[in-house]
T-cell receptor
Framework: DAGVTQSPTHLIKTRGQQVTLRCSPKSGHDTVSWYQQALGQGPQFIFQYYEEEERQRGNFPDRFSGHQFPNYSSELNVNALLLGDSALYLC???????????FGQGTRLTVV | TQLLEQSPQFLSIQEGENLTVYCNSSSVFSSLQWYRQEPGEGPVLLVTVVTGGEVKKLKRLTFQFGDARKDSSLHITAAQPGDTGLYLCAGTYNNNDMRFGAGTRLTVKP
């Protein structure tokens, strides 16, 4: 049983560009959450998708958007990248009724 | 902004010592999770606690959930170098909104 998988593992982008990160949830999980983790910090909640809709959102600007597909996989899009967007982006999946979440290995985004 | 406060932020101890790390919030959680994270990897779930006053043991790790479900502690007995890592607590609100603390970075020296 594959766990949560994220792609790509590493990415370097230039300031002002756009980026798309991808996540496949653990089998049987229908809820996907995205987190941003800056160096030395705990993960910060970006948003959560359930039934292809954004259900919860953290304190992130509209430059951060997402999508969930019918197979429950998800994408995180970030427009107009800033240097401060450099971080580890984590995807977590959980089953309906959510009591705990399982994480992927993350995507390390570097904005130069 | 972290809604959960973890302490201490850093902890460096010798192999064989015991330690306790804490997670506190002013909010009531529906559940609380503890994760361990290695550099460059995603957090790995250690335990979920749901009931106020609940105590769970995982080998040398003991997790306790406060009676009011606003705080938790993780106690490690006879720490080993393999316990080194970032320990994160995460509180779940309304069964679908999970927020993390900043973590406790533990180093166990051989």
């Amino acid at each position: 049983d594959a766990g949560v998988t994220q792609s790509p593992t590493h990415l370097i982008k230039t300031r002002g560009q756009q980026v798309t990160l991808r996540c496949s949830p653990k089998s049987g999980h229908d809820t996907v959450s995205w987190y941003q983790q800056a160096l030395g910090q705990g993960p910060q909640f970006i948003f959560q998708y359930y039934e292809e809709e954004e259900r919860q959102r953290g304190n992130f600007p509209d430059r951060f958007s997402g999508h969930q597909f019918p197979n429950y996989s998800s994408e995180l899009n970030v427009n107009a990248l800033l240097l401060g967007d450099s971080a580890l982006y984590l995807c977590a999946s959980s089953p309906t009724g959510f009591t705990e979440a399982f994480f992927g290995q993350g995507t390390r985004l570097t904005v130069v | 902004t972290q809604l959960l406060e973890q302490s201490p932020q850093f902890l460096s101890i010798q192999e064989g010592e015991n330690l306790t790390v804490y997670c506190n919030s002013s909010s009531v959680f529906s559940s609380l999770q503890w994760y361990r994270q290695e550099p460059g990897e995603g957090p790995v779930l250690l335990v979920t606690v749901v009931t106020g006053g609940e105590v769970k043991k995982l080998k040398r790790l003991t997790f306790q959930f406060g009676d009011a479900r606003k705080d938790s502690s993780l106690h490690i007995t006879a720490a080993q170098p393999g316990d080194t890592g970032l320990y994160l607590c995460a509180g779940t609100y309304n069964n679908n909104d999970m927020r993390f603390g900043a973590g406790t970075r533990l180093t166990v020296k051989p």
